[in-house]
């Protein structure tokens, strides 16, 4: 594949059963967070995304899990990587002082977003969960697929 040329491998899949939906997420390959490669490689397509910092001791760390719907992915991953445009003070010092690393999955239901952001918030953030779900299942189960055999659940 060349250079500049977007990768569309990516893509969340579901299956129901009863009152259970069960997703699966092929996620991008991780990329250093580059304003120039986020213009070139990220569709402008909805999705999820989730945004890493690497520290001294070069371990990432999940700092953001988020969806994009309106703008598309391109849009949120620029913005979202941008220490001028970020208004959080936290996100803003580890964005100035770490190098960061994004992947995506293009999806393009709000709702089927709705309950993968639930989990992952409910799963990794579980004190700062101020997320809902779609409603429409009572149990939800989340898979992670990914070209960097990096799995965070």
């Not at 990516?10 to 390959?29: F, G, H, L, N, P």
């Not at 309950?115 to 989340?142: C, K, L, M």
Request: proline share 3%.
């Amino acid at each position: 594949m060349g250079a500049g040329v977007v990768e569309l491998e990516t893509s969340v899949s579901k299956m129901v059963r009863r009152e259970a939906a069960y997703y699966t997420i092929r996620w991008s390959r991780l990329q250093k967070a580059d304003r120039y490669g986020i213009l070139s490689l990220v569709p402008s397509m909805a999705g999820i995304f989730e945004l890493y910092y690497l520290d001294r001791k070069n371990k990432l760390n999940l700092f953001i899990f988020a969806k994009a719907w309106y703008g598309g992915l391109r849009n949120h991953l620029r913005t979202a990587t941008d220490a001028a445009l970020e208004q959080d003070p936290a996100r803003r010092s580890i964005l100035e002082r770490h190098p960061c690393y994004y992947r995506y999955a293009l999806l393009n239901s709000y709702r089927d977003m709705a309950d993968i952001h639930f989990f992952f918030a409910a799963t990794h953030f579980p004190r700062q969960n101020r997320t809902s779900h779609s409603g429409r299942y009572a149990r939800i189960f989340v898979k992670e697929l990914s070209p960097d055999k990096l799995v965070t659940i």
